[in-house]
């Protein structure tokens, strides 16, 4: 759940200029020219669902340039890594870097802030004031970088994200070396950045111009969701994500009152009014869609749509009712893990998350066979890149894609022994098992140590802001 905040812009804050494309060619975005990670065990999540053992992965700048199995020779050709650009991978998993299909990463800073509570009073008495004061340019930057941060370092390549001051997010995710699909966001009423729909897509075209070849940012367009903006605003929103061919980001059916809020508006329920504005097709996502009846979910298969299923922040906040996600897999539809933001999960870890969804859809049908394992594991990889319109770039190990590697250390007591590798990665791995990630042929993460950006000046950021959070909750708490 993205918090609504019905504010008057803050004054500016201190900002950088945001980025561009431009950051591509600086150093610490160009990937080294060749890379090898042998040893390991490469779970490829390709459509036969390849396991090797002992194989080998060559990357060549951006791209997977080969999977070889244990054994095989390197191609004469391959240009031979330095030693630094070798990663021995013995006793680790090697997976396609996780996808996060919904999120607001920026609400890292409001984490904790405020639990246990009814939905509207968590965001009218803690969230609302807190933003309202708050988020401006510098906070979304320290809190997406913050996010990233936590994301890179528990196995997240890709993350969706929705909140405001797009620039900054974008500038961050770049910061992180992080890829991140996100951009212009709608809603119907004013936020810290824009005073309204028409003001925010104004400008936003720019923003899709700058990013639509950026090598990790993919230029996004979001609206709320129909119970909080205008359906001719979503529609706005949406026609500038078919401009661009980007994807486009809605909350739906998360809450079972959504459908008689967008009935009131436009005289339409939910999927009724996405459908009449033509906006279920590939590359929308649909997040939470916890409520969908039989005949909603057929329609949206028909149609290419993607749902990102959050499970932990759907039971955080007492959605009483597990998203149908095996009947919307079973008809097709793609799906994809999020967290949602982090003062709504309270964490980022899609281990965890893919622990959760097993779990949840089991307990909610009482049928143990529901979202095995592996199907799990897939819609964590390769569900969440088909959900982003991404799968033929990101979610599997396979020649051609890009380099989205992360590595997995099995050599602990709770992984001890390994018998099944999408067991362990679903029910017993940990964000903190992870000890490398590549983003784009690019290591960014190595020996559980951050490269991109220094990690205690982030968290040092981090707890400067909280001071400021703590001064707004008090001071509205003593009735000022
Ligand atoms: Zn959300």
Avoid at 55 to 74: C, F, K, N, Q, S
Avoid at 129 to 137: I, N
Avoid at 259 to 286: C, F, H, K, W, Y
Wanted: charged share 20%; hydrophobic share 45%.
């Amino acid at each position: 759940m993205l918090a609504l905040s019905s504010c008057t812009p803050p004054p500016d804050a201190p900002s950088r200029p945001p980025s561009g494309p431009q950051s591509a060619a600086s150093p610490q975005t160009t990937p080294p020219t060749s890379l090898l990670v042998t040893g390991g065990t490469i779970v490829t999540m390709d459509p036969a669902g390849a396991i090797l053992e002992g194989g080998t992965l060559l990357v060549e700048g951006d791209r997977i340039a080969a999977v070889l199995p244990t054994g095989a020779p390197l191609p004469p050709d391959f240009p031979r890594p330095s030693a630094a650009a070798t990663i021995d991978a013995t006793g680790q998993l090697v997976i396609p870097g996780l996808v996060n299909t919904h999120g607001h990463a920026a609400m890292s800073l409001l984490r904790g802030l405020a639990d246990d509570l009814p939905l509207l009073t968590w965001l009218k008495d803690h969230i609302f004031p807190a933003e309202a004061a708050l988020v401006a340019p510098d906070f979304v930057y320290q809190g997406t970088l913050l996010s990233a941060v936590e994301m890179l370092k528990s196995g997240t390549t890709t993350f969706a994200d929705m909140y405001y001051f797009r620039d900054e997010m974008a500038r961050a995710a770049i910061d992180a070396g992080i890829r991140a699909v996100t951009g212009p966001h709608v809603i119907g009423f004013p936020t810290p950045d824009f005073a309204s729909p028409e003001e925010s897509l104004a400008g936003a075209a720019d923003f899709m111009e700058r990013y639509r070849d950026h090598p990790t940012i993919v230029p996004a367009v979001a609206a709320h969701a129909l119970y909080t903006t205008p359906l001719e605003a979503v529609a706005a929103a949406f026609e500038l994500a078919e401009r661009y061919d980007a994807p486009f980001q809605i909350h739906a059916l998360e809450d079972p009152t959504e459908n008689a809020q967008s009935i009131e508006r436009s005289g339409m329920g939910v999927i009724d009014a996405l459908e009449s504005i033509g906006a279920l097709r590939p590359g929308t996502v649909l997040a939470h869609s916890v409520y969908l009846t039989d005949d909603e979910i057929a329609r949206i298969a028909a149609t290419g749509a993607g749902m990102a299923h959050n499970p932990q922040s759907n039971m955080k906040l007492g959605v009483a009712r597990a998203s149908p996600v095996a009947q919307a897999l079973a008809a097709g539809i793609p799906v994809g893990l999020g967290t949602d933001g982090p003062a709504s999960n309270n964490d980022l870890d899609l281990f965890d998350e893919m622990d959760a969804a097993a779990k949840l859809a089991k307990f909610a049908t009482g049928d143990p066979s529901v979202l095995p394992a592996e199907t799990v594991f897939r819609m964590a990889t390769m569900g969440g890149a088909r959900v982003l319109d991404l799968h033929d770039r990101i979610g599997s190990l396979e020649s051609g894609k890009r380099a989205d590697i992360v590595l997995v250390d099995t050599r602990r007591a709770g992984l001890t022994p390994l018998y099944r590798v999408y067991s362990h990665l679903v029910y017993a791995v940990r964000g903190s098992d992870v000890t490398t990630v590549i983003v784009n042929g690019r290591i960014v993460v190595r020996d559980r140590q951050v490269l991109t950006v220094d990690e205690d000046a982030v968290m040092a950021n981090a707890r400067e802001f909280a001071t400021r959070v703590r001064d707004v909750v008090e001071n509205r708490g003593s009735g000022n």
